[in-house]
Nanobody
Framework: VQLQASGGGLVQTGGSLRLSCAAS????????VGWFRQAPGKDREFVAA???????YYADSVKGRFTISRDNAKYTSYLHMNSLKSDDTAVYYC????????????????WGQGTQVTVSS
């Protein structure tokens, strides 16, 4: 499956953005999707995941502010980000896997190219 992330941009503190992750291939509904982010000089970190069979998972740092969803009919996952903070500034990546353990980047086989999110104060 190929993934393409989009929707990043420049937003002020407290603002909102919606990221999209468009997938190719009819197998998308059977993949779990994760969102990760990487800030300059930092490791890639888990943000949120939505398994193929339901449920959602969030990093503590975004819980209550971000919402992950998916539309299998459109082969797309979304990351709705509200109440953005400067600490949310990073390149955001979507990824897909079907092996479990949603929190570890190395469990994901397929990655999008990343989209930059910059939160200014």
């Amino acid at each position: 499956v190929q993934l393409q992330a989009s929707g990043g941009g420049l937003v002020q503190t407290g603002g909102s953005l919606r990221l999209s992750c468009a997938a190719s291939g009819r197998s998308f509904p059977y993949y779990s999707v994760g969102w990760f982010r990487q800030a300059p000089g930092k490791d890639r970190e888990f943000v949120a995941a939505i398994p193929w069979n339901g449920g959602t998972y969030y990093a503590d740092s975004v819980k209550g502010r971000f919402t992950i969803s998916r539309d299998n009919a459109k082969y797309t996952s979304y990351l709705h980000m509200n109440s953005l903070k400067s600490d949310d500034t990073a390149v955001y990546y979507c990824a897909a896997q079907n092996t479990g353990n949603y929190f570890r980047a190395n469990m994901y086989s397929y990655w999008g190219q990343g989209t930059q999110v910059t939160v200014s104060s």
